[in-house]
């Protein structure tokens, strides 16, 4: 363990070598005792013995067994007693590291390790925790013990490797944490101010005083807007849900609710509580941002940021390995090259030495013996083949069987042979289910005794054919062989032992991935296979520190809470009383499901909300899920990605190598025949149409993206293409968007008609055709018709699914025969301008066309029939209207069109996930099958013994016991077939109900039997194991292909570019951008700026973040309860910080105005606002307090305020700004998911409408707040379902058998009570949670991956996330926005802001010139530049975006980056005159003034001075004499002019580098440049030149200046 911080052992030192320092002080390497544990410490068995101590000590940790008050039983006394010798073993340990590395004053001593100082502090809390100490804190110290497993990651290289990539993301997501964190104290305020004490009133029986258990919770006392109590009941005190720990009472607990809220477990309970208590408003607004903004976005931030750290990492280690490749190959190069120069050497000397001798006789006698020997050997092989042919051998005759039986083998026959067999296994196996007759139970045995037969003899012929060795290579083959032994092992124990069935006969049908082999998916599937292989090595680490983990969390969890949950009622089933039961507590956490219900359980054992050390325990759940969900599980996700992509990228290499073949191909093909030009076109129209669907599925042309609306390459193909007309229609429409027809108007163009006779009859020239295609392409006809769909959707959603004939749906149907008529117009008046089907562009060869006419078909037959069942139908069908938005909507279309590719390249990968959840479904079957029966009585197990009536006790209260009826039932979740099993397996995938079903499978005794406590519990491993393979690893490569894909499809519309996604987000943001206006009074003498200078000054602003920090602690501190001083003193408080606030915004009106107050930006409006909303709270608070609603609403404006403290700080500030661009990605991605519930809210209400709440069943999920009566409730229900909260127990209860029909309103022709519940909610639920859990919802993932990857990004590298600083640095010196300032203020301006975008303030001039020369902005004639083009240059220069290499290359390379950015950015091409500003190109006439050429002149008249100076001081200390030449006149001219150019600049620089460049640059030459004026050269500067002479210098003369500036910039 230890050896991994020390170097490796070194037989000779090396001379000159120094030595090591002494260790503590006195022992140097040659002491003998040191020698001795440096040896030790190497070695590699004392390494093995420390993994084996700690692996015992583990183990002990494991046995220890915790009681109740703190009791200890006998095993726990010696293990206390083993305590002490592990803590031996880790001192000798600690003690000869130390001795043989040192213990911290030297480099590589002990200490000097993060690794070593963890053993380190393990072993003295160890030592302090065995000691025979009372005290508390020593007591507490036990617990630490359990952090001893941590000394494996010492000891293991492959585990520290990922640790170091997780805690090289620990500065980056601090960031994140931070705003977490204020966004749960934002929340937890804001909750407090709606629901304090809100949650404290509950109905109880007015006789008796106690609150039943179906009243259980909130009330509203006021009974005007929440739940009002029945007859009988008053609304009285209650100490709160869950003993009053899911409450906003103080922000202790709210602060707890709201993170449990955005972890998604129990949000749904705690939003209907708030339903009860208030009333339906506010709750649902309230909780459901809360979901949306805390847990979809920012608890995904952390993703995103482990997702770009691992990319980081993967860079690094691929560069690392690239060197080393390189590294080995030169010296591979060099090694060879010195090899062939030996061995030509001595071919060189042999050849040399044979010259010497006589070459005929060698020959001679070679060939001789030769000869004689061949003879020899032929007359030998003619005899042996005479007698092998007259008797044949056996050896021979095996040899030709063998060869024969391994063509059979290998042949096709046999391998279709072999999957039919393999098929019909999988068939036969699958078939079992509960209540099979017994004689088929026995046939299906012999059949499977067959198939085990015919496998075993296809092994053995496959065997003989192959040879043993050759067998075993193939992987499949290794396969085969251990499920035909697991299949014999399985029979053996059947017949013998009369054991379970475990049908682990079905992993054979993991054969059928052969199949994969004859599809084009093969090589997908093994790029696959390859890219999760090199993640391999990660992804097992992670496991083993997950698991690393979990054993701590569990250990620690046994010495918190061990033997504390023994409540009243019972011990709960999920308790850390042993190791095994801790170890599934924390998985069960880790899975995230019921967390909650863990963390009330310990917090009421160890004394409740009301005692602190419940507030503490707290704490542990919370590091929990923080370290182990949104971290390392997060981790699993991230590597997925990363591997995913390198799948792509392989995808991508493998296409382009199958595109090249088919040109070569293509080449070949033309080259061999000499066919006719027509015939050639004819027929590679013929391949286009006949290939079409293939280059549909994988054209990588496709535009598609969501954040430009940049057309395809497709659209420079003529509208009548055949391209254009078939397949591709689908991305680019006929129906052109808005812009496309404007600028076709502009420019007099319309679309064409398609070239063919529509019906046969109407030709392009028809002038009814040409009147219909006039109306479908005018500019608002879409938008009409998105209108009507628009006002489609608002009827289906206002309609009543309980009764088809009430008023309102009669209302609604003669509007829908409306909207029908329209659609009927809009479809014919399509087909008659694309005519119907037959020739290519036609209406139905549109997909998007053929969804408008099956919806105006089913629209037509809901006019025509009136049964209420086909209405119902009709209803469902409609709802896909509203898909008809899509193909109107450009960028929704994209982001569809992603959605749907990203889907098409993972049907392999769902092939696997769905025939891996076979598997176990068939095992699970086997196993299983009859045995989740359950008597409501638990005490009866058989059916016969469940009959008759019982005593239940509701509420654990003797006096109120109920007599009810014993019935035997089965669970909804069982594995009687495999249908069901698979069902169960899904749900148990999603994290939902599973640990139900382990406790279900673990109680299951036999069949036909009732449950029996922890029967079985070798049966959790079952299910642990396919959580791990499908939850854990299917279902996170699932969600990663999604999140690659979409990626990878988005960024295919910017392929044609030469320009990344940063810099087109950087140019695109130079280009849009505006110059901030910042207020500066003219008149510096007047009060006005006394008191700018004030509000404007660092310090003021301090202080109100100060004070908004002390406002913050103000709202956290109310609490449930408090006494009236207490609340007067908080009002005083806040009316204190009100008037601060105001005092605030009066100096801030005065110093700047009140117009330019609210035009400075947005946070002065912001201020503003709340303002006044503190001033209506302290109104309505005084006057209005009966007005609850309106009280709790005002109150919100204080929590308002903290919002501010985001823009306080430059980290923050910079995520707030990343986080508003990326808000501006989702609108699409958010319209798809609003349309993806819509569709699927209307359904359900057609569907399950009719099913009513039931009160009397305690488990049914189907109540007031959650059902399908109306539109609203609809989506709620569904956005609960999309957050995976308890999904499957609502679809369980909208079947026949568990929903329940309100038959009052029955009429007697229905069966309402039958036909209310369908079982079409479980392929509804399971297709609503794949669509919306597994695509939709991880487009947010997508977003934020995409956005916030500045955060792991290389710092160095501009940003997006830079360029904010530019502009508000830019007002500094352009207060009034004007967008222009002077061009020496740019280089202070560079020096204000810090790399990579600036220069930084310990900037020399030398390096800012140089780079003002390479941005090289228009000049204008007053001296200044824009903003626009400033920041832009800036850009350019930073990321080096067709940067030109020569002053000559300029113009051309300005012409190129112009043709670029048009093409990138489409709208570009209506701003001309923007890019000729900041892009400007020399005509002939006239030639453009830029900053380059003052500075490169400045730079050249800099290195002359120097120059000259550096001459005049050699020239002084060799003649020691002054100088009196004519150049001394430039000396003493250089101030005044450096003051008329460069505005004081300071020109010192370093001398040599001075030199280093004068000497690349003679003088004269400069001189000359210098001087020059429009390439024309200029008087000779003499040593006696006069001042008329030097006046040409003055550059900033306004007559002179602009001729002077003409002259070309020498490359400097």
């Known amino acids: 363990m230890g050896c991994l911080c020390t170097k490796p052992p070194q037989t000779e030192q090396p001379e000159g070598e120094k030595q090591r320092p002494p260790a503590l002080c006195c022992l140097y390497e040659s002491n003998p005792i040191r020698k001795l544990c440096i040896y030790i410490a190497r070695s590699r068995p004392f390494e093995t013995f420390i993994y084996l101590a700690i692996f015992a000590n583990c183990v002990s940790l494991a046995m220890y067994k915790p009681m109740p008050k703190g009791d200890v039983d006998e095993t726990s006394s010696v293990l206390d007693t083993l305590e002490m010798f592990f803590i031996g073993i880790f001192w000798v340990e600690s003690i000869v590291k130390i001795v043989a590395q040192g213990f911290m004053c030297h480099h590589g001593s002990y200490l000097r390790s993060f690794w070593n100082v963890l053993d380190f502090f393990i072993v003295i809390v160890g030592t302090l925790s065995v000691m025979k100490l009372e005290t508390g804190g020593i007591k507490a110290l036990r617990a630490l013990r359990v952090l001893r497993p941590l000394k494996f990651i010492a000891g293991c290289r492959p585990l520290q490797v990922v640790m170091n990539s997780i805690l090289m993301a620990v500065i980056p997501l601090m960031n994140v944490a931070v705003l977490i964190i204020f966004f749960i104290i934002f929340c937890a305020i804001m909750g407090m101010e709606l629901f304090r004490g809100e949650f404290n009133h509950a109905c109880a029986d007015m006789h008796t005083g106690k609150i039943p258990d179906i009243y259980k919770h909130p009330c509203d006392q006021s009974q005007k807007m929440g739940f009002s109590c029945p007859e009988s009941y008053n609304c009285v005190n209650w100490i709160g849900p869950n003993e009053g720990i899911t409450t906003f009472n103080h922000i202790g607990l709210a602060s707890l609710t709201v993170f449990q809220i955005i972890t998604l477990e129990g949000w749904t309970d705690i939003m209907y509580w708030s339903n009860d208590a208030i009333g339906r408003t506010l709750p649902p607004l309230f909780y459901i941002n809360i979901v949306i903004w805390g847990a979809f976005f920012m608890l995904n931030l952390v993703l995103g940021v482990l997702a770009g750290e691992f990319s980081k990492q993967r860079e690094k280690i691929e560069a690392r390995k690239e060197y080393l490749r390189k590294k080995r190959n030169d010296d591979y190069v060099k090694e060879l090259d010195g090899y062939m120069q030996w061995v030509k050497e001595g071919e060189r000397i042999k050849t040399n030495d044979n010259d010497m001798q006589n070459p005929k006789r060698l020959e001679d006698g070679i060939s001789h013996s030769d000869y004689e020997v061949g003879s020899m050997i032929s007359g030998h092989h003619k005899c042996s083949r005479f007698w092998h042919g007259l008797f044949p051998s056996m050896r021979e005759r095996h040899i030709r069987l063998r060869e024969y039986v391994g063509k059979i083998v290998k042949s096709k026959s046999m391998y279709w042979a072999v999957m039919f067999l393999v098929t019909m296994n999988t068939i036969s196996v699958s078939l079992k ?233 293509e080449r070949r093909f033309k080259e061999l025949g000499n066919l006719d030009i027509d015939q050639d076109n004819a027929s590679v129209d013929k391949l286009r149409s006949i290939n079409y669907k293939k280059e549909y599925d994988d054209d990588d042309q496709l535009s598609i993206s969501i954040d430009s609306d940049i057309e395809s390459g497709e659209d420079d193909k003529p509208e009548y293409h055949p391209d254009n007309w078939i397949g591709p229609r689908s ?157 109107r909507i450009k960028k929704l279309k994209n982001v ?507 900037c020399p001039d030398r390096v800012a010139y140089m780079r003002m020369i390479g941005m090289n902005m228009p000049l204008l004639q007053d001296g200044t530049v824009e903003f626009t083009a400033t920041l832009f240059a800036l850009v350019r220069t930073s990321l080096d975006i067709h940067m030109p290499t020569g002053i000559n290359a300029v113009s051309d390379r300005n012409r190129e980056l112009r043709q670029e950015i048009m093409n990138t950015f489409p709208v570009m091409r209506h701003r001309p005159k923007l890019l000729e500003r900041v892009l400007p190109v020399d005509e002939p006439d006239k030639e453009v003034e830029t900053v380059a050429k003052i500075y490169a002149t400045l730079m050249i008249q800099k290195f002359y001075r120097h120059l000259q100076k550096k001459r005049e001081e050699e020239f002084q200390k060799s003649q020691q004499q002054p100088l009196v030449a004519g150049l001394r006149i430039v000396h003493e001219l250089s101030k005044p002019l450096k003051r008329q150019i460069s505005g004081e600049l300071d020109l010192e620089s370093d001398d040599d580098e001075v030199n280093n460049i004068a000497r690349k640059a003679p003088v004269p030459n400069i001189m000359k440049t210098f001087f020059s004026v429009r390439g024309k050269p200029s008087p000779r500067l003499t040593s006696r030149s006069s001042n008329k002479d030097i006046e040409l210098c003055d550059l900033n003369n306004s007559e002179q200046s602009p001729n002077m500036l003409n002259g070309r910039v020498p490359d400097v």
């Open 896 to 1402: 569809c069109l992603c959605l749907i590719k990203s889907v098409g390249s993972i049907l392999n990968l769902l092939l696997i996930a769905i025939l891996l959840t076979f598997m176990f479904s068939v095992m699970g079957v086997h196993m299983l099958e009859g045995k989740f029966f359950y008597c409501t009585d638990s005490s009866k197990k058989t059916e016969e013994e469940c009959k008759g009536q019982y005593f239940s006790f509701p509420s654990n209260d003797a006096e109120h016991r109920k007599v009810e009826e014993r019935t035997w039932d089965q669970h909804f979740f069982r594995f009687d077939n495999v249908q069901l099993a698979m069902l169960t397996l899904f749900t148990v995938a999603t994290f939902e109900g599973w640990p139900d079903v382990m406790t279900n499978m673990m109680d299951a005794s036999k069949k036909d039997l009732g449950p029996i406590e922890n029967y079985n519990p070798g049966m959790s491993i079952y299910i642990v194991v396919y959580l791990i393979v499908m939850s854990f690893f299917m279902i996170n490569i699932f969600v990663g292909f999604v999140i690659v894909t979409f990626q990878e499809k988005g960024e295919k519309d910017n392929e044609g570019t030469m320009l990344d996604r940063n810099k087109r987000s950087c140019i695109e943001f130079s280009l849009k951008v505006k110059p901030q206006n910042k207020y500066i009074p003219n008149n510096e003498d007047g009060v006005r700026y006394k008191l700018w200078q004030i509000v404007s000054s660092s310090f003021y602003t301090n202080l109100i973040m100060f004070i908004i920090f002390i406002n913050t602690i103000q709202l956290m501190m109310p609490y449930h309860g408090m006494s009236t001083s207490y609340a007067t003193a908080l009002e005083n408080i806040n009316s204190i910080l009100v008037a601060i606030f105001t005092i605030d915004i009066i100096l801030k009106l005065a110093a700047y105005g009140v117009k330019q107050y609210f035009l400075g930006g947005s946070w002065n409006v912001f201020d503003f606002v709340v303002l006044v909303g503190s001033f209506v709270d302290i109104l309505v608070s005084s006057y209005y307090k009966k007005n609850f609603m309106m009280t709790r609403l005002v109150k919100m404006f204080r929590a308002a305020r903290l919002i501010k403290l985001l823009n306080y700080g430059g980290e923050m500030r910079t995520l707030l700004f990343v986080f508003l661009k990326a808000l501006k990605s989702l609108p699409h991605v958010m319209f798809l998911v609003m349309l993806t519930f819509y569709i699927y809210a209307i359904i359900g209400m057609q569907v399950f409408g009719k099913v009513e709440p039931d009160e009397n069943q305690p488990d049914y999920t189907i109540t007031r707040h959650n059902n399908f009566h109306s539109f609203i409730n609809a989506m709620i229900l569904l956005f609960r379902c999309s957050t995976g909260e308890a999904w499957h127990a609502i679809m369980r209860d909208l079947t026949p058998g568990r929903a329940y029909c309100d038959t009052s309103q029955a009429t007697a022709n229905s069966k309402d009570e039958e036909t209310c519940g369908s079982y079409f909610s479980e392929m509804y639920f399971c297709s609503f949670v794949i669509t919306s859990q597994f695509l939709v919802v991880n487009l947010f993932v997508s977003v934020i991956i995409d956005n916030f990857d500045y955060l792991t990004r290389d710092m160095s590298i501009v940003g997006l996330h830079h360029l904010n600083k530019f502009v508000r640095k830019w007002a500094d010196f352009d207060p009034k926005a004007t967008g222009r300032i002077k061009h020496e203020d740019v280089i202070k301006l560079l020096k204000r802001i810090s790399p990579p975008l600036g220069l930084g303030k310990k």
């Open 433 to 665: 289910w509960y209540g099979m007759p017994k004689e088929m139970n026995s046939k299906m045995k012999i059949v499977e005794f067959v198939f085990t037969f015919i496998f075993i003899v296809e092994m053995i012929i496959r065997m003989y054919g192959l040879g043993i060795e050759n067998y075993f290579k193939s992987k499949f083959n290794t396969f085969d062989f251990i499920v035909i032994f697991a299949s014999l092992f399985e029979q053996f124990y059947v017949y013998f032992f009369e054991g379970t069935d475990m049908g682990l006969t079905v992993f054979r049908c993991l054969r059928l991935l052969r199949l994969f082999k004859v599809t084009r998916y093969w090589t997908s599937l093994r790029n696959l296979a390859h890219a999760l292989l090199n993640s391999l090595k990660s992804i097992v680490s992670l496991l083993f520190l997950l698991f690393l983990f979990l054993l701590i969390f569990a250990l620690l969890g046994m010495q918190l809470f061990g033997g504390h949950f023994v409540f009243a009622e019972q011990v709960p089933r999920v308790n850390f009383d042993s190791f095994m039961n801790a170890l599934l507590a924390v998985f069960q956490m880790l899975t995230g499901e019921d967390w909650n219900v863990i963390m009330y359980n310990a917090i009421k054992a160890l004394g409740g909300a009301t005692n602190y050390k419940g507030g503490i325990c707290s704490i542990y759940f919370i590091v929990f899920m923080v370290i182990m969900n949104y971290t390392l599980l997060n981790v699993f996700l991230a590597i997925a990605v990363d591997g995913l992509a390198d799948f792509e990228m392989m995808n991508d290499a493998e296409k382009e190598d199958e595109k090249k073949e088919e040109e070569e191909k």
């Open 731 to 887: 991305s680019q429409s006929w129906r052109s968007n808005s812009s496309t027809r404007r600028s076709n108007q502009k420019q007099g163009t319309t679309t064409p008609i398609v070239p063919f006779t529509s019906f046969f009859i109407f030709s392009p020239t028809n002038p009814l055709r040409r009147f219909c295609h006039w109306i479908v392409k005018l500019r608002h006809f879409d938008n009409f018709i998105l209108f009507i769909i628009l006002l489609s959707c608002i009827m289906q959603m206002l309609q009543n699914p309980k009764d088809l004939e009430s008023d309102n749906n009669r209302f609604i149907e003669y509007l829908e025969y409306g909207v029908t008529v329209i659609f009927c117009l809009e479809m014919i008046l399509r087909v008659i301008d694309l005519g119907f089907v037959i020739h290519p562009g036609s209406y139905l060869r549109d997909p998007w066309n053929v969804l408008d006419a099956v919806v105006v078909l089913v629209s037509i037959l809901r006019v025509a029939v009136k049964a209420p069942t086909v209405k119902r139908l009709t209803n469902v069908m409609l709802s896909m209207r509203s898909l008809k938005s899509i193909n």
